[in-house]
Structures are given as C-alpha cells and as structure tokens.
C-alpha cells in the first residue's frame, strides 16, 4: 500500500474500532515480544473465526482515546531490536509455523505508526504461542476457549464442498479416461481393468474418491472438470501459470481445470534438453535431462494438493535458466519442510484432505510424506543440487527444483563417489550453497575428506587424484583456503620491504591468494578480518584515517 492508502486503511480501521480481529496498542520501546505473540495468536485464530483472510495489530493508537500518539517501538536502531527481527521471533514461537504478512510503517501527520499484518490461521489448524493457544473476548486477550477451539479444528474442507448446480456434463471426457486408466494402475491388485470400464460413470467418482454419493465436489472440477466449468469455483482461481524468466526470453502461459491433464501440460512448455555431465579425468560423460517429469509433477502436484484456494491466488511455475520454483498460497502446513528429508515423518492432516485423498487414488500424490523425501532422492541420484524450500514468505511456499550444476566439485563427488551417506550428501548440498552446518557434522565431512576451509566459509573438496591433469592439480590448489598465518605473512613481508600499505595495495597482494571459491565480497571481507587480527595483535597499526588507512609495522 502506498502512504495515501495506508493513511486511508488506518482511519478505516480506527473508525471500525477493536473488534476480534483489530487490536490497537500505543506500545512503547520496551513492549513485551511475549505479548505480541499473544496477540498475533488470538487475531489469528479470531481472523479464521470471522472467515477474514488477515488481522490486524496496530502501535501508535491510544486505545483509550482513540487517536494516533505514535510510537518508538523498535525505532533505536539497535540491529537486534528490528522489525525483521521480530518476524523470525513470532516465526520460532508459532505453531504451526507462521508469521506476519506484512509490517507496515507510516509516518501519520509526523507521528509513527506501526501496522502489523497478521494471516488467519490454516484451515483445521488454530495458532498456538509458546504451546498455548489465545483468542478475543470482546476487546480482551484471553485463552482461546474449547468451542471456538473446535471450531478451528473442524472447519469445513474446501475441496469437500458439493457444487450442487454442476453435473457429469461439466466434466472433461479426456481427463475421465485418464482418471481411470491412472486408477486401474494404482488398484491393479484389487480392481481387474475390465471390472473398472463396467462401472458407470457415477460409481466410478465414487470409488475413486472425487464425488460424494454422486455428487459433484470441488474436487472433482479441480481434477476433472471442463476449462468452461472453472466458474463453478469463483471467486477462487483455478489456475497453473507457467512463466519463462530469464536474461534472454520472457514468456507465459496460464492452464485451467482439469488440472489432471493440465500439469503434464505445463510440464510439456519447460525446456528440458540434456546435459552433459563430464567428471575429472574421464573421458565419457554422463548425460542427463534438466528436469526429471517425475519429480516435476510430484512438486506441481504437491501445490495443487497444498495451495490454499481461500487465498483467491494461483499455482505458479518460473522457468529460470538452471532452475525452476514452484509457488502456492498456504503456510506449510505440518512442521517444516526439513522434518520430511529423510522420510521418517507422516504429517496428520491436510489442508484439502478430501482432494489429497482423491489425488491419492488417481496415482498423484501419497499421503505418507514420501514426496519431499523421494525428490531429494532422485535429484541425488542426478547428481544435482538438492531442492530448496523456502517458508519465509507469509502464506507462500516456494520450492526450488535445480537443473544444471551449482558446484562441479559437489557434482564431481557425487559421480566419483557413489557410497556417500544420503545425510552427508545433504550437508555437501549445504556446503556448495554456503548454507551453515552444525559444527559435528563439519568435524565428520572434513574427517572423510569431503570439505576444507574454516567455519563458516567451508568449501567442497575436490576429487584430485595423482594421475588427474597438472591443469586440475593447479586448479584444486587455487581453490584451497590456506592457513591465516599464510596471509598475514605476506602483508608483514611486504610491510617489512616497503615500509607501508594501503587497502588497495593489501587488496592486490592477496585477492590472487585467496581461493577462488570466494566471491568479491567475500575476499574483501576475509582481508578486512586479517588486517583486524594484525591491528589487535599490535603488529601494524594503521596511521591513515578511517576512511583512507595507510598500514605501517608496529615499531619495537
């Protein structure tokens, strides 16, 4: 919103007053994280309550007066007391994990005002603060009570819905066919072929879990129905976007229901062409597709599964040059995509549990929390970088599905060395996007001789051998991080010779020295720390400014 519009919404919202989903606080600097998260829990599960997609926390308002005071909440400039900041603090402490939308900031008439925007919570799931779950009674915090508590918990599955006034009509006879064809692969055991095509159309959707005693569903026109039926649904979109975004080609393509058939179609506008894959020393390469269909349309079907249609937002796919992010609406909706990896963990619910169970039926998805695990799997076996999940953004997850290389050495290991333990293979992954690792894990990688270098900047070792190439030999000696006692012993060699140095000077000494693995910014920061050590040491100090040091050798 721009400023006007801001202005606009607060009078709006100060002319409504409080209500279960509006709560206004003067708030000082010093007001409680603790009763923020109160807070945010309450308008959560009140904004669910009242079907309102966002509340609303306001500081700068006196409650008692009803006018903007403003407020230094958060305003000192400390770096640890920021408004983003505060974000991750509600993030650590919610359950499910969700956070603010929005945090607006507005200079009303010179005062300030603080506008937090908070999400309802997911459908069938009330918000808890620190394992406690808050609500409104009237104008008052207070726990949430057991009616409205069960609610929460039994709000009604969108996709269960029956659309009374559609009939078969409406539905698409290409995507039936697949529907049955999808559901005779998955029941072969059960069901012979020829039983399934004597059924008629009603016991059919019945069986395969999109209609309700015959009854035409959401989900049945999410899977199944015509491009013309998509209206049935309004004011919810029904709709996948692919979009082509990179330096050279811009490009897009929109695809209605049915979604059955109209993923594989989207799946059909990604450009994916083979690559070559040469590892070190060999002479054969491997080659590869960009993208796996399968592990596409598993992540493509995870976000039809997911998407949380009460957001009115579509499903969307960017095509980048080496990679391809897959965006829905909805928080993730049980515990956090890490949880999932290793394949150990089933979550309890879904948002949409009667179109998950149908998409369960036509083979596209399972419901045991396979599919993160199962894409990690195959994309290790690719020898690719592993997907990335991303939960930062408010209602929005976003998953990153690599096609091309992002380290050759990472790569490289993985080809030379096909023994490695899928939970290093996860660390590597870490390593090669400069991503933290617990400091056991780095001990037990850097024992196998899979990562060098010094926390944090670790690197992925590369597979060097005595028989490889000097070329490959010179070029894995360009990418090790030496010893700091190295470094500093260059510029006290070359303070000693030449009497003084400034930045510029140090900067063309060492940036040739430093691996090659770190970028500009890195290596500036790595000499800036040497040149401290060397200064707190006592064995240069500088004799220039701030702005324009000039270093020089301490004199004994």
Same mark, same amino acid.
């Given at each position: 919103?721009?400023?006007? $519009?801001?202005?606009?919404?607060?009078?709006?919202?100060?002319?409504?007053?409080?209500?279960?989903?509006? $709560?206004?606080?003067?708030?000082?600097?010093?007001?409680?994280?603790?009763?923020?998260?109160?807070?945010?829990?309450?308008?959560?599960?009140?904004?669910?309550?009242? $079907?309102?997609?966002?509340a609303w926390l306001v500081f700068g308002v006196n409650n008692k007066k009803r006018n903007v005071v403003g407020t230094d909440y958060r305003n000192s400039g400390n770096e640890n007391l920021t408004l983003d900041k505060l974000k991750l603090q509600i993030q650590q402490n919610t359950d499910p994990t969700i956070t603010f939308r929005h945090i607006y900031e507005l200079d009303y008439e010179?005062?300030?005002?603080?506008?937090? $925007?908070?999400p309802a919570a997911p459908l069938g799931m009330p918000v808890a603060w620190k394992g406690h779950f808050y609500g409104r009674a009237g104008e008052s915090l207070s726990a949430l009570s057991i009616d409205k508590l069960d609610r929460l918990r039994n709000i009604e599955d969108w996709s269960a819905k029956v659309i009374p006034e559609a009939s078969l009509n409406d539905l698409d006879e290409s995507a039936i066919k697949v529907a049955k064809e999808a559901f005779i692969k998955k029941f072969s055991n059960r069901f012979s072929a020829e039983e399934v095509n004597a059924w008629d159309l009603n016991?059919?959707?019945?069986?395969?879990?999109?209609?309700?005693?015959?009854k035409i569903t959401r989900t049945t026109l999410l899977l199944l129905g015509k491009s013309e039926s998509a209206f049935f649904l309004s004011p919810h979109p029904a709709q996948l976007t692919w979009k082509l975004n990179t330096r050279d080609e811009n490009a897009y393509e929109h695809f209605s229901v049915p979604f059955l058939l109209n993923s594989t179609e989207l799946y059909r506008k990604i450009r994916n062409f083979q690559i070559r894959l040469l590892p070190q020393n060999s002479l054969i390469a491997k080659e590869i597709s960009k993208y796996d269909q399968k592990i596409v349309l598993e992540a493509l079907h995870n976000c039809i599964a997911h998407q949380d249609y009460l957001l009115n937002s579509r499903i969307l796919v960017t095509e980048k040059t080496d990679r391809l992010l897959f965006e829905?609406?909805?928080?993730?909706?049980?515990?956090?995509?890490?949880? =999932?990896?290793?394949?150990?963990?089933?979550?309890?619910? =879904?948002?949409?549990a009667f179109l998950a169970q149908a998409m369960v039926q036509l083979n596209m998805i399972d419901t045991m929390g396979y599919g993160i695990y199962e894409m990690h799997q195959k994309q290790a076996k690719r020898y690719l970088p592993l997907p990335d999940y991303d939960v930062s953004q408010h209602n929005t997850v976003q998953l990153t599905l690599y096609g091309d290389v992002v380290n050759e050495a990472y790569t490289t290991r993985l080809i030379m060395n096909t023994d490695i333990l899928f939970s290093d293979i996860c660390a590597l992954d870490?390593?090669?996007?400069?991503?933290?690792?617990?400091?056991?894990?780095?001990?037990?990688?850097?024992?196998?001789?899979?990562?060098?270098?010094?926390?944090?900047? =670790?690197?992925?070792?590369?597979?060097?051998?005595k028989s490889y190439p000097i070329t490959d030999k010179v070029k894995y000696i360009h990418t090790k991080v030496q010893d700091s006692d190295f470094y500093k012993k260059l510029i006290v060699d070359y303070l000693t010779q030449f009497e003084q140095a400034d930045r510029t000077t140090i900067n063309e000494l060492l940036s040739s020295k430093l691996s090659d693995d770190l970028d500009v910014i890195q290596k500036d920061k790595k000499i800036a720390n040497l040149l401290t050590k060397l200064r707190r040491e006592k064995v240069i100090e500088n004799v220039g400014t701030r702005t324009k040091p000039i270093w020089k050798l301490v004199k004994v």
């Open positions: 919103m721009t400023k006007l $519009e801001l202005k606009s919404f607060l009078d709006n919202l100060i002319s409504t007053w409080e209500n279960e989903i509006i $709560e206004f606080k003067q708030a000082g600097n010093d007001f409680k994280t603790d009763d923020i998260g109160k807070y945010f829990s309450a308008l959560s599960n009140e904004a669910r309550l009242e $079907e309102n997609n966002t010179g005062k300030r005002v603080i506008l937090f $925007e908070i016991t059919f959707l019945d069986k395969a879990k999109l209609t309700q005693n015959g829905n609406a909805g928080s993730f909706a049980e515990g956090s995509p890490t949880d =999932y990896i290793d394949g150990t963990k089933t979550p309890k619910k =879904y948002r949409n870490r390593v090669q996007k400069k991503l933290p690792i617990d400091n056991n894990v780095a001990k037990q990688l850097r024992k196998q001789g899979f990562i060098e270098g010094r926390k944090p900047n =670790y690197i992925v070792s590369a597979v060097v051998q």
